[in-house]
């Protein structure tokens, strides 16, 4: 049985925080304020993921009122999810996913997030997908008010899924 999930996650600009993005830190004068590290391209991802197999949301199994995930790094959590849909049967085809930020410009940073994403998900490379994108200077991620990101994941699971 083939299922599909979509993740979405949105994060705003703050001072005195590293910028992480699938894993990556980079360079800019100013991260993502969250409760995590706020990676807002792993946590779109694994929702997406999350959703395909019918196991609800990143908040569902790792909530922002939970201390424990204070500061926690996002790739750990991508790590938890795989293994959450491992237990079930669970295997991924593919993830595609695009960053959507006015600044800073990530293209150089794309294919170590790919990198970053595969080794995680112990998955070939090949079956990330990673682009980014602006809103050519409108709304707020086009303000440089923040950052989002959306992802896609296609998975092969057991029909006992289906419920």
Known sequence: MVRVGQGFDA???APDRPLVLGGV?????QGLAGHSDADVLLHAA????LGAAGQGDLGRHFPDSDPRHEGRESRELVREVRGLLAAEG????NLDATVIAQKPRLGDYVAEME???AADLQVPRGRINV???TTDRMGWTGRGEGIAALAVALVEAPDALSG
């Open 115 to 117: 990198a970053n994403l």
């Open 90 to 93: 669970v295997a991924m085809s």
């Open 11 to 13: 994060h705003a600009f």
């Open 46 to 49: 694994c929702d997406a993921l």
């Open 131 to 133: 682009k980014a994108t």
């Open 25 to 29: 830190t980079v360079p800019f004068p």
